[in-house]
């Protein structure tokens, strides 16, 4: 093998395990509910009666 496909090897092995790794450590610090439908957010959902335009 020439230097040159020596180094594309290296960067494309890099790319895909260090992908994987980051992948894996994202996962790891929040990870996935699969029965949890609704998307979690720090603002009130509207009509739910949490915020002044649900509010009577």
Avoid: C, Y
């Amino acid at each position: 093998m020439t230097p040159t496909a020596i180094v594309v090897l290296v960067l494309a092995l890099t790319v895909v395990w260090g992908g994987l790794a980051l992948a894996i450590l994202n996962l790891r610090r929040a990870p996935v509910d699969p029965d949890d439908d609704e998307p979690e957010t720090d603002q009130p959902l509207a009509g739910d009666g949490s915020g002044p335009a649900g509010s009577r």
